[in-house]
């Protein structure tokens, strides 16, 4: 009964206590959210987590995150040696927080997959989780209104491209090694940034060339779960005579606080960059730099410097190696 008591003190007053969480299993972008969202003490994150932290914005931003230990495959043994007040993961890992729940553990498990991959759905889900035990209610809700409020501005200005049939053809290539090919199943960030998807999948699928060939998109955002830059494509003799090749218009995704093909913090910003480059004559007055500077400040109170904003938009390709 005490412990119970304990706990719920601790719970109530989040701002007031230290709280020591552990991140473990494939719930790789949660550790950044809660180090620029909270005043968590994290003790263990994914080791998957690290490089997109280490080759990004976040080692400079958050030295300490760097610090953090780190590691995979987790046992439960290892996990309740850590003695966190809160254990999180992804929803897929069920074992070990059945373990943790029969250890008496708090443990809570987060779904990445809701409403067919809706980032902004899946962040709600998300942050709505953390603000159990951290007073975040206010930044959650202005971050989820401007991503809102990102939506509908796209949406607003390519609607007479969607009206004449002018909608530009996208595809994200998730992961290029050796010659296996990934595409981005997932639509979110293409219908919301005003394209269409080429790849008229729900999942991430393994492709051909010949494939991608058929699909001809106009536009190829690459993730950065890879180290695949544009120069690899632009450059390679095999993806010449692809449209979005020759037009030049193949552009790696920007990295701020983490990935954003999975859920983050920056999905507004990300929409707009992914809007400019797909529609550049409608968003001409955009600057993608003054954006994640605006961004960065209001959310973070983070003033960017010209030389991280560069490392934003153009990421480190060590940072893509999972």
């Not at 809701?114 to 202005?142: M, R, S, T």
């Not at 030389?307 to 480190?316: A, G, H, N, R």
């Amino acid at each position: 009964m005490k412990k119970i008591l304990a706990f719920s003190i601790l719970l109530a007053l989040p701002l007031f206590a230290e709280v020591k969480v552990a991140v473990f299993g494939g719930l790789w972008p949660m550790p950044v959210i809660l180090s620029f969202l909270t005043d968590a003490k994290i003790v263990y994150m994914p080791k998957a987590s690290v490089n997109a932290a280490k080759y990004s914005v976040v080692a400079e931003l958050k030295p300490e995150f760097l610090e953090i230990p780190y590691g995979s495959n987790e046992n439960i043994e290892e996990l309740l040696g850590l003695d966190a007040d809160v254990y999180m993961c992804h929803i897929a890992d069920m074992k070990l927080y059945t373990q943790l729940q029969k250890a008496n553990k708090e443990v809570i498990s987060f779904p990445v997959n809701v409403e067919n991959y809706n980032l902004k759905k899946a962040l709600q889900v998300w942050l709505e989780g953390v603000g159990k035990y951290f007073d975040i209610a206010l930044k959650q809700k202005e971050i989820l209104e401007d991503i809102t409020q990102v939506e509908e501005f796209i949406a607003n200005r390519t609607q007479d491209s969607q009206a004449q049939d002018s909608q530009a053809k996208v595809m994200i290539l998730k992961s290029l090694n050796h010659n296996q090919i990934t595409l981005g199943g997932r639509d979110y960030l293409i219908e919301k940034s005003g394209g269409e998807n080429v790849f008229k999948s729900s999942n991430d699928g393994l492709v051909n060339l010949e494939m991608i060939y058929k699909l001809d998109p106009d536009v190829i955002f690459i993730t950065n779960f890879t180290d695949t830059q544009e120069k690899d494509l632009l450059q390679s003799k095999e993806w010449q005579r692809l449209k979005a090749v020759k037009e030049k218009r193949v552009h790696k995704l920007p990295l701020a606080t983490y990935r954003p093909y999975a859920p983050s913090l920056d999905i507004a910003p990300t929409l707009l960059f992914m809007a400019k480059k797909t529609y550049p004559s409608l968003f001409g007055d955009i600057s993608l730099e003054d954006t994640f500077k605006k961004h960065f400040l209001k959310f973070y109170g983070i003033p960017l410097t010209q030389k991280q904003v560069e490392l934003i938009l153009k990421p480190d390709f060590r940072a893509g190696i999972i």
